[in-house]
C-alpha cells in the first residue's frame, strides 16, 4: 500500500444547501467508485470552495455519507478574477496500491473545463 493523493471538482449550478450535498456527494462517490476505494482507505480530505458558495460546509456531505472518522476540513480557493465559480474542490489522502499513473481524479460537469489534461 501506499499514500497517494487523488483530486476532483464540481461545478454547483445554485449556492442551496441541498444542492452542494447531492454534488459533492456524487463527486465524492465518484472518485471512490473510480479508484475502487471504500472510506476506510480515506486518510483525510481537504474541500475548497469558491468564495460564492457559503450555504453549507462541503464536508457536511462526507459525515451524510457515512465517512465518520476521517480528518475532513473545508478551506476558500482564491478570488481570482475570471476564475470559474461555484465550485468544490476535493483533495483526498488515500492508500491505495494504485500506481500514480493510474489514480483516476475526478471533474464533473463543467468542472472538466478545470483541467482537460486528467478530467474523465
Known sequence: ???????????????????????????????????ALD??????VWFTAT??????FPAAAARKLGITDVPLICAQELDIAGAMPRVVR?????????????IAHVYLGAAAALRKDIAQ
Not at 449556492?15 to 452542494?20: L, Q, S
Not at 468564495?51 to 453549507?56: K, R, V
Open 90 to 102: 476535493v483533495l483526498a489522502h488515500i492508500e491505495t496500491s494504485l500506481p500514480k499513473s493510474e
Open 1 to 35: 500500500m501506499a499514500v497517494r493523493a487523488v483530486r476532483g471538482a464540481v461545478q454547483l449550478e445554485r449556492d442551496e444547501p441541498e444542492h452542494m450535498r447531492e454534488q459533492v456527494s456524487a463527486l465524492l462517490t465518484a472518485v471512490l467508485r473510480r479508484n
Open 39 to 44: 472510506p476506510d482507505d480515506l486518510i483525510s
Open 51 to 56: 468564495p460564492d458558495l457559503h450555504s453549507d
